[in-house]
């Protein structure tokens, strides 16, 4: 089992940054896949970024390539996110989720196995 903590969240202006953090609870963290997803109320969970175990290889949603950056400590168990230029529409309660180890992952939110309880990211306009 797999225990996964978000932190890093709050209310910033439009234009600002935010640096989220993921911190695992797993063994062997470096064989795990990392991916954020975010949900917003009355929408559907979407993909934000995953980096992938193997390699360090990163994928983006279009709506924040070039504004978000997704990245990993390993050696402290963690997986980060940092946001800059935030837009009113990024406003979603953004959660940290893993696969199983070893596997590479998509973009799919069906095949994250693990689930951080999530951090609320507020922009104002």
């Known amino acids: 089992q797999v225990q996964l903590v978000e932190s890093g969240g709050g209310s910033v202006q439009a234009g600002g940054s935010l640096r989220l953090s993921c911190t695992a609870s797993a063994r062997a963290f470096s064989t795990y896949s990392m991916g954020w997803f975010r949900q917003a109320p009355g929408k559907e969970r979407e993909f934000v970024a995953s980096i992938r175990w193997t390699d360090g290889g990163t994928d983006y949603a279009v709506s924040v390539k070039g504004r978000f950056t997704i990245s990993r400590d390993n050696a402290k168990n963690t997986v980060f996110l940092q946001m800059y230029d935030l837009k009113p529409e990024d406003t979603a309660v953004y959660y940290c989720?893993?696969?199983?180890?070893?596997?590479?992952?998509?973009?799919?939110?069906?095949?994250?196995?693990?689930w951080g309880q999530g951090t609320q990211v507020t922009v104002s306009s």
């Open positions: 989720a893993a696969g199983q180890p070893y596997t590479l992952l998509t973009t799919h939110a069906g095949d994250f196995t693990y």
